[in-house]
């Protein structure tokens, strides 16, 4: 079997590679530093398993999963982050991605099971992200159940800072759409001023801070 490690984090790659390698006796074993350069070597050769950083540069793991996915559905695809938030695990679970570890939890026990699981076609989530899978499920009125993709789109333009005209812009809608949609969102979540609906995006996930994994292009294109 073929492996390829994805990570930006040099010593954190090269041990997901030994890893792999030495314990798992996987036959060939390339690494990558960026989502790029690893969807290069995938159209190059086929990999059987792809252990992948959800915060990579150029092209992130969550946009470098479901290419694969795309063209070779069978990949059994891991991915780690230090995001481990509502929003991270919703769109992991979405991709056909098969496990998930956070990275607070990023133990050689945890690998371990998660690389034995996942490269044998099984599902891996870690303790963190349980449950918050489990809170999704329970939630009757997760923001996720309640709100329209367009709706989670202005939701998140909106935090992100944009004002009603260049939201609009970007959706190709009107201003006043624009309105209409926010007022709905605030309706269906139960909140009274913008400021707590800026709050509650960060909180969720839906926008990350500084420095965070962004998926605007990825994750919000149905209309």
């Known amino acids: 079997?073929?492996?390829?490690?994805?990570?930006?984090?040099?010593?954190?790659?090269e041990l997901l590679a030994s890893v792999v390698s030495r314990e798992f006796e996987f036959d060939y074993v390339k690494e990558a530093s960026d989502g790029e350069s690893a969807w290069a070597l995938f159209e190059k050769e086929k990999f059987d398993f792809v252990v992948l950083d959800l915060m990579l540069p150029k092209l992130d793991g969550l946009s470098l999963a479901r290419r694969i996915?795309?063209?070779?559905?069978?990949?059994?695809?891991?991915?780690?982050?230090?995001?481990?938030?509502?929003?991270?695990?919703r769109e992991v679970t979405r991709s056909g991605i098969l496990g998930f570890v956070h990275k607070r939890e990023m133990s050689?026990?945890?690998?371990?099971?998660?690389?034995?699981?996942?490269?044998?076609?099984?599902?891996?989530?870690?303790?963190?992200?349980?449950?918050?899978?489990?809170?999704?499920?329970?939630?009757?009125?997760?923001?996720?159940?309640?709100?329209?993709?367009?709706?989670?789109?202005?939701?998140?333009?909106?935090?992100?800072?944009?004002?009603?005209?260049?939201?609009?812009?970007?959706?190709?809608?009107?201003?006043?759409?624009?309105?209409?949609?926010?007022?709905?969102?605030?309706?269906?979540?139960?909140?009274?001023?913008e400021a707590s609906l800026v709050r509650f995006a960060f909180e969720k996930g839906v926008v990350k801070s500084k420095g965070g994994l962004d998926w605007t292009a990825v994750s919000h294109q149905k209309q």
């Open 108 to 193: 050689l026990e945890t690998l371990f099971t998660a690389f034995n699981d996942v490269s044998a076609g099984e599902i891996f989530y870690s303790d963190n992200a349980q449950k918050i899978i489990a809170g999704m499920w329970q939630d009757p009125d997760a923001y996720y159940k309640v709100l329209s993709d367009r709706e989670l789109q202005v939701l998140r333009l909106i935090a992100q800072g944009h004002d009603h005209v260049s939201a609009g812009e970007i959706l190709g809608i009107s201003e006043f759409t624009i309105r209409r949609h926010k007022h709905n969102v605030m309706k269906r979540l139960n909140i009274s001023d």
């Open 1 to 13: 079997m073929k492996a390829l490690i994805v990570e930006d984090e040099e010593l954190v790659r």
């Open 69 to 89: 996915l795309a063209v070779a559905p069978d990949v059994r695809i891991l991915a780690l982050s230090s995001e481990c938030d509502d929003y991270t695990i």
